[in-house]
């Protein structure tokens, strides 16, 4: 083999390999559906155009029937007149009008046997274009679940390399390390704010509210023995402190309140008396 029919041989192979590439099942599809309506148009119009002749053969054997039926009646009417010889003329006229007839009526059922034909061949054309249809619409929807699982299948191999997790990781400890700064400046804020004992007391005061809350759950359920009431306490008595003695002023203010009270109760006493 020359070098000239290798190379040609590669420049088509490589041709064909890259048509076979470009190919896309769904334009092809519409392209073949496309060209196959085409031709559905066109085989219509043929047939058409066969129907046409078809009834044109057969009114043109009509035709021939109603002028030989003609020449007949004037074959009758000249015999009828006694001239024989005009009879004669116009059978041979009748007769070349019946051949005429006859030969399109065999073209006519000629036709209309290639018609019947055309029509079946039409048919059967229209229900492959129908059949090609719906197989087109099955091999599209075949082609894109394909093309979606493809798809998902390249994500989840995207998923599956290392470098994505290894990229969640590393972000992971970043937001570990933005939360570790955060607390550490918010205890620095509160240590220089004064606030730092007041939320140690706190906490304590919450565990130990927390505390007392099991405890007294346990005791609740029986878990531990109730608690002991409290020894009573021995009543200590009162010391007497000695009263400041009032001053002078003083005892005469209350002295003369004592006595305008036991007037007004008198007063009052004499009235309810004297109703």
Same mark, same amino acid.
């Given at each position: 083999?020359?070098?000239?029919? /290798? ?5 088509? *192979?490589?041709? !064909?390999?890259?048509? *076979? ?8 599809? !519409? ?9 559905? &148009?066109?085989?219509?119009?043929? $047939?058409? #155009? ?8 057969? @009114? ?21 007149? %006694? ?30 046997? #290639? ?14 274009? =129908? ?6 619409? &099955?091999?599209?929807?075949?082609? @894109? ?26 972000? *992971? !400890? ?16 509160? =240590?220089?704010? %004064?606030? $730092? ?7 304590? =005061?919450?565990?130990? %509210?927390?505390?007392?809350?099991? $405890? ?19 009543? &200590?008595? @009162?010391? &007497? ?7 002078? #002023?003083?005892?005469? +203010? ?9 007037? +007004?109760?008198?007063? =009052?006493?004499? /009235?309810?008396?004297?109703?």
């Amino acid at each position: 083999m020359g070098i000239f029919s /290798r190379l040609a041989q590669l420049i088509k *192979s490589n041709l !064909n390999d890259l048509i *076979s590439k470009s190919e896309d099942p769904e334009k092809m599809l !519409n392209q073949v559906v496309l060209d196959m309506n085409n031709q559905l &148009v066109e085989a219509k119009k043929q $047939v058409a #155009s066969s129907i046409a002749d078809e009834k044109r053969l057969a @009114k043109q054997a009509e035709q021939e029937m109603a002028h030989a039926a003609e020449w007949e009646r004037r074959a009758m009417m000249a015999l009828r007149a %006694g001239n024989e010889e005009l009879a004669k003329e116009a059978l041979a006229r009748k007769k070349e009008h019946d051949q005429l007839a006859e030969t399109f009526k065999e073209q006519w059922q000629k036709q209309k046997n #290639s018609v019947e034909q055309l029509k079946r061949a039409l048919r059967m054309l229209n229900e492959k274009i =129908e059949e090609a249809k719906r197989k087109k619409n &099955v091999l599209i929807a075949r082609k @894109k679940r394909a093309e979606a699982q493809k798809a998902i299948q390249e994500t989840m191999h995207g998923l599956r390399d290392q470098s994505a997790f290894e990229t969640f990781e590393r972000m *992971s !400890n970043k937001v570990d390390e933005i939360e570790a700064e955060a607390e550490a400046q918010a205890d620095l804020q509160e =240590e220089y704010s %004064g606030d $730092v004992l007041a939320s140690k007391f706190a906490n304590l =005061e919450r565990s130990a %509210g927390a505390d007392e809350d099991l $405890v007294a759950l346990k005791r609740k359920m029986g878990l531990m023995p109730p608690e002991e009431a409290p020894p009573a306490r021995a009543e &200590v008595p @009162k010391r &007497v402190e000695a009263q400041p003695t009032a001053s002078r #002023s003083e005892q005469d +203010e209350l002295a003369a309140a004592l006595e305008e009270l036991e007037a +007004e109760q008198q007063a =009052e006493a004499q /009235r309810k008396a004297g109703r």
